[in-house]
């Protein structure tokens, strides 16, 4: 059974989205499955994702919340403001399928490697 933990950050600085992303890879280091962020006055949208694709080994999905452009931005998936939820739902349940069956290759090919004489 999968577990769903949700780190609220509501901050403004970066150190406590630093902490917030800090904390979630200390308490689920294996089971947290994406990291879901979205625009918050006073925090670079860049600079947040980077962090997080830092410091945890899961897709990054950002919802946008304004219009501003944000080019070039690394993260797994980016929605529109106001997407229907079934269509946004659908978009992240097909990511992490993605996620889980590149994860279970990986394994396979670590194992591969060990077994390897």
Do not use: N
Not at 42 to 56: F, P, S, T, Y
Not at 66 to 72: D, I, L, R, V
């Amino acid at each position: 059974m999968r577990r769903t933990c949700v780190f609220p950050v509501r901050a403004r600085d970066r150190d406590r989205v630093a902490a917030g992303l800090y904390q979630a890879r200390l308490q689920t280091p294996d089971s947290l499955e994406a990291v879901l962020l979205t625009e918050s006055i006073g925090i670079d949208v860049e600079w947040a994702i980077a962090e997080a694709r830092a410091r945890l080994a899961c897709p990054v999905v950002f919802f946008r919340t304004t219009q501003a452009s944000h080019e070039g931005l690394k993260c797994d998936l980016e929605l529109e403001s106001l997407v229907m939820p079934q269509e946004w739902l659908s978009q992240l349940k097909e990511l992490l399928e993605r996620f889980r069956e590149a994860k279970v290759r990986d394994q396979a090919r670590k194992s591969e490697v060990v077994a390897a004489p």
